[in-house]
Nanobody, 127 residues
């Protein structure tokens, strides 16, 4: 069982930055498919940034490429999402997710393929 706890959300003005953290409990993050998803009101959940933590190349949704960076700290068993140049359209609830296995591990992987989820952290960007 993998438990995920997100933190770091908040309210910022457009152009600002936030760093989200996802602490994992019950399992080492060193060999998981992990990522960040977001869901805005009235919209479906979408992949933002995903990485296979055992040396995989991160993938990003086109809407965040060049602005968001996913990273990990195995010693802290924590996944991060650095978000820069934030835009109002980035406003959403952000979720951390994980599953076992590195195959088909990308930002295009359907949310339903991820077994473990955190409760989310709200990000609000004002113009």
């Amino acid at each position: 069982q993998v438990q995920l706890v997100e933190s770091g959300g908040g309210s910022v003005q457009a152009g600002g930055s936030l760093r989200l953290s996802c602490g994992a409990f019950g399992y080492s993050i060193s060999n998981l498919c992990m990522g960040w998803f977001r869901q805005a009101p009235g919209k479906g959940r979408e992949g933002v940034a995903v990485i296979y933590t055992d040396g995989g190349t991160p993938t990003y949704d086109d809407s965040v490429k060049g602005r968001f960076t996913i990273s990990q700290d195995n010693a802290k068993n924590t996944l991060y999402l650095q978000m820069d140049s934030l835009k109002p359209e980035d406003t959403a609830m952000y979720y951390c997710a994980a599953r076992f296995g590195g195959l088909l591990c990308s930002s295009k992987t359907p949310p339903a393929d991820f077994r473990y989820w955190g409760r989310g952290t709200q990000v609000t960007v004002s113009s």
